[in-house]
C-alpha cells in the first residue's frame, strides 16, 4: 500500500492502560481495540493504519517528524501532553497532512487544567468525549479530507 494511503495514530501517556486505568472515565475497551477499530474503519475507505503509543514525549516527537509528509493524516490522543506540550504543537504544525484530535472523555467537563489544549491550534478537528469510538470517526474525518475509498 502506498505510503500516502496510512493514517498516524499517535497515543500519548498512560493510554496503554486503557481498560485498567479509570474504566469510570475512560472505559473497558484496551488499546488494542481501539487499533483494531482504527483498523477496521480504515480499510473501509481503503487506508492503513501506522499505530502507536508511547509515554515518553521525545518518541512521540519523533514519530510525527518521521511521519510528517509520509502519512495522509493524524489522528491525536496526546493524552497529558495535550495540556503542555508546546514541542507536540510545533511538531504537529510541521506536518503535511490533516490533523485530528481526539479524547476519548469530556476533557472540557474535566479538571480547569484539561481545558486548554496546545493541540487544538493544529487540528483540522477536534473529537471529544465520544469515548473510543472517537479514534474512527476520526479516521473517517482523515479519509473524507484526503479523498479516500469507501
Do not use: K
Not at 11 to 40: F, K, M, Q, S
Not at 91 to 109: M, N, W, Y
Amino acid at each position: 500500500m502506498n505510503a500516502q494511503r496510512v493514517v498516524a495514530v499517535l497515543n500519548g501517556p498512560n493510554l496503554n492502560l486503557l481498560g485498567e486505568r479509570e474504566p469510570e472515565i475512560y472505559g473497558h475497551e484496551t488499546l488494542a481495540d481501539v487499533e483494531a477499530r482504527c483498523r477496521h474503519e480504515a480499510a473501509r475507505h481503503g487506508l492503513a493504519v501506522d499505530f502507536r503509543q508511547t509515554n515518553h514525549e521525545g518518541d512521540f516527537i519523533d514519530w510525527i517528524h518521521e511521519l510528517r509528509h509520509s502519512a495522509a493524516g493524524f489522528v491525536v490522543n496526546a493524552a497529558g501532553w495535550t495540556h503542555t506540550s508546546i514541542a507536540i504543537h510545533d511538531a504537529l504544525a510541521a506536518v503535511a497532512g490533516p490533523v485530528v484530535e481526539v479524547h476519548i472523555s469530556d476533557v472540557h467537563a474535566r479538571e480547569d487544567f484539561r481545558h486548554h489544549s496546545y493541540v487544538t491550534p493544529v487540528a483540522a478537528l477536534v473529537i471529544v468525549g465520544h469515548g473510543v469510538t472517537g479514534y474512527e470517526e476520526a479516521v473517517a474525518e482523515i479519509a473524507a479530507r484526503v479523498g479516500a475509498e469507501g
